[in-house]
């Protein structure tokens, strides 16, 4: 019978049934291994998925844009108001507002789309809708990321508030109305094309409807496509494109201000804001963004 009774030279022996440290090495190698295999495809799923993200909201967009700027079918504008404070004026003057308030709006388009060669009799239509008692999220950080961020929020809070709506929307414009006697100057209103949303501040004050329909056509025009046509650092018109008739003779005063301009160039130093849609044009530049320049004749 043989018996062992030691290993041999350069052999090692161990318990049966016990990994040695090679294997305990290798698998936990093997397991860091698709560890991270598992998250590099977590973040190729997460990229996948942004970009699918990405191109919904870019389709979506420029089948809005297309849509809205055909000119074939009236245009319907909601207007939501909001109470940007708590102020007692400031609701009042919301639960006494009526659609009629609003109609300098609808016949300001009609009579620049008629202007522009658009035969369509009532280009857009807005309708007052209920107020709305929730705050749109507000806009934090600068730059690209941070803008797009606060859009996709901003057009996900519109949707959540505006979805069951029963009459049918193109564009939504969000009018936050602020107390004069405690606002000062309003912060800046926005219009967004993708989403086609609108974000207005206004005053709470009969007397400044005029004022606030100015703001509320110049957003709606953002949404169309139309940019800004003034100089950011002071508000003041960039001429041509910013003057109501960049060939009115003597230049100044000019009688009239573009919409996308903002103010009425009274002299080369100073402006002012028009108070009403009757002191207002669309120019030649704003009517080729939104498409009206094809329809001349």
């Known amino acids: 019978m043989l018996r062992v009774t030691g290993a041999p030279s350069g052999c090692s022996l161990e318990p049966r049934g016990r990994l040695s440290r090679r294997d305990v090495i290798g698998a936990g190698q093997r397991s860091a291994e698709r560890r991270l295999a598992w998250r590099d495809n977590l973040r190729r799923l997460r990229i996948l998925v942004l970009l699918l993200v990405f191109l919904v909201i870019a389709v979506t967009a420029w089948q809005d844009r297309s849509r809205s700027t055909s000119w074939r ?90 979805r069951a709506a029963r009459e049918p929307a193109d564009i939504r414009v969000f009018v936050m109305y602020h107390d004069p006697a405690g606002a000062g100057t309003l912060p800046h209103s926005t219009g967004l094309s993708k989403g086609l949303i609108g974000l207005v501040h206004a005053f709470a004050r009969e007397d400044l409807d005029g004022d606030n329909a100015v703001v509320i056509a110049h957003e709606i025009l953002h949404t169309l496509g139309a940019t800004d046509k003034y100089d950011p650092g002071d508000d003041a018109p960039r001429f041509p494109d910013g003057f109501g008739d960049p060939h009115q003779s003597p230049l100044y005063p000019q009688q009239l ?32 963004e939104i498409r009206w320049s094809g329809h001349a004749p």
């Open 257 to 288: 201000a573009e919409l996308m301009g903002g103010r009425r160039m009274l002299s080369p130093t100073r402006w002012e804001q028009p108070a009403s849609l009757a002191e207002v044009v669309i120019g030649d530049v704003s009517a080729l």
């Open 73 to 162: 079918l009236p245009l319907f504008v909601a207007l939501y108001p909001i109470a940007a404070d708590d102020s007692p004026r400031t609701r009042a003057f919301i639960a006494g507002l009526s659609g009629e308030r609003f109609t300098d709006i609808d016949r300001f388009f009609a009579r620049e789309a008629h202007r522009h060669g658009v035969e369509l009799a009532e280009p857009l239509k807005t309708r007052l809708k209920p107020p709305l008692d929730s705050i749109p999220p507000a806009r934090s950080g600068v730059g690209r990321v941070a803008t797009l961020g606060w859009s996709l929020s901003l057009r996900w809070w519109a949707w959540q508030r505006t």
